[in-house]
DNA sequence: TACTGTCCCTAAACCGGTTCAGTAAACCGG
DNA sequence: CCGGTTTACTGAACCGGTTTAGGGACAGTA
């Protein structure tokens, strides 16, 4: 009875295919099920799951004539019907608030991805990247079939973390520490920039340009104003975020030697080559003529160091430059990049598996909190600051 | 998990009876499903899905309440319900053969994906990655819940590629056009490698090292013992790959000018920075003194003048190098790299737009078969041969 | 003989949505 | 007052699997 009214329908849908091709073509197979399987080998459909998922509860003989009637088909279970019933998608989310396109482009996350994809793979997880569809990351977040998320870059004032915890799923915040009841990863940003800043005060700078990495608002109907200016003293102190970490380091060591990083010392960019050389044009057409750059990226130093150059200064003779991140390639460039080391694989291996255990684990377990360190390395791009009066 | 199923029955069979007594303790709340909105308003289970999907054919007044109830539960539709009705997950797949880790550690991937986010994003669709799973790309793909699948240095060989078509699963092929049937967007690769060689052909060089990429073989039980050495002639006669199509070019060129590149002078490695430098470092223990080198990517090229540099060549007096792809880094490295440029980011646009045609329009349509160009830039890693004898 | 236990397999319920086919009520022109 | 539309909504089938609960056959035991 079942089948009759089944086979019914599958004969009108293939008849209306081959209308549409114009018929006579070779049969467009339609992707076979498990019931045809079951029909095939004269089985039931439960049979046939077990076949697949549990051979030992067959005979072997049962087993095998099963699996090979379905090599015959051609038959894969279908993985979202799979999903649906185990309400599992082996599929972990790497959530971020800006676009993929952006996100790509800097050379951190791809280094973050590497970590986070070894560590999926691992333990077996698919990944899919989330973000923003159609300008809104609730409306992805929404649409995304994924068992937990890696959330990197979100701060609490993003409305989708209330929306991810409203909707039950696991999340792990990266760079971020602003929701105790979530785990989280974080590196020392803190004393990352103090020992950079050390290092410059160290060599007699007093004259500093800090790069930021500007945080983009990717809010719908959010004010977005802030594409140049640096996020104000106010800003920043409410905002645990990774710049606000780092410039405090930046300000606590200055303002020990003395001298303050005000806010038009601070300017902000993309996180990527071009972003740091044109924040430095901008600094340079401001009139500002510093003896160092501090950077909140590799990639940004990078870019300023290529700007510095086509202003005619040398490099650490005239102006001094420090990353943050320790990319692969800061050793690579010329003059090797004195930077802040940060574990940036590491930091996407921790979160997988801290997400990943509590996916698994049934039981509520404690949120973990990791601090991961930093570390200064030297190489060429600084040196000891100009003569006083030879700035330019 | 059986077990976590089964207590989930339970509980809500207990939430029932509680409803119906009037009780309730603070639950440890289940996700609301439709029928609890549809229960809740007192409507239909189909007159949630119109709410959410055709309000037009509900009530305004209808439709609002049911919205509002909806939001009061904190109801969501389950997306992966919604695939399996809709048979559409609205998710392209990125399939490579190689590791995520070591896709995301090659900036030329950076560049490529860029461009498939940015196409996706546009036209609404989400991004999933695929590699291998446990050592399988064939698990990886059959586990995997996308429309179609945007192929990345795929060849024919490939036995997933059978899988795919079997599946029935729309797909383009980037860098691979040996499969007719499917759609597919290559560049020019090998007028590209002739542009380069010609150039160092005119510099008077005649003793060059041509780096090769490396190309993983990941299939599970297929010998892999190329780990170091070179393709050789042979393999690359039959195959059509991007690097047998460079190498190809370049070997016209020195045929022409009367010395052939041979497979001593092919050494292969990583696509990455630290896969040239080695590269280099291996030829040059071997005792290969090239004038020049020719990379098939910017990162092995990169790799390469540091590791010149570690042995006391200057770049480009001693030895010249060119690059392959035009990554942004490119220009800022020291010297900035001649290289062949190639439109990455629109090759993974052009690869999404592509497939999603396919995927959206109901009738067969013909493959569509895109050749885009490739352009020398010659920067400043690229100098007249240094006089003969003085080779070292 | 009757009871118990295994082994191998199946019918039916279920996951959480969408959609088909239809129905009751209101509307509407003649 | 009547047949014909529209409007607003619903019950049941369906997407393609997994899992629960249990049935029949057969062997072993009391």
Redesign the interface.
Known sequence: MERAQRGDRLERADRARQA??GGGMSPP?R?PRIADVAREAGVSKTAVSFAFNSPERLSAETAGRIRSVADGL?Y??????R??T??????LGVLTPQ???V???N?FF??F???V??A??DL?Y?????????GSLAL?V????VDGVVAIGLSAEHPEVEQIR???LPMVLVDSDDLPEHSSVVVDDEAGARAAAEHLVALGHRNVLVLAVEEAEESPGGALARDTHPPTTAELGRSESVTARRLRGYRAVFEEAGTAIDDDDVIAGRA???GGGAAFQRAWRLGRRPTAVLAMSDAMA??A??AARAVGLRIPEDISVVGFDDI??A????PPLTTVHQPVRQKGADAVRLLIAEIEQ?VASRPEHLRLPTRLIVRSSTGPAPAAGRTR
């Open positions: 549409e091709l197979r992707r051609g894969r279970p279908n993985p979202v019907a999903m649906l185990q309400r599992r998608t082996m599929t676009a993929l396109a996100i790509f482009s050379p791809a280094l991805s590497e970590g994809a070894q999926a793979e077996g698919e990944l899919h990247f989330i973000s923003p569809l159609h992805a929404g649409r995304s079939t409203g909707a039950g990527s080559i071009d990078i870019g160091m290529t692969d390639l050793a690579h460039v010329d049934r």
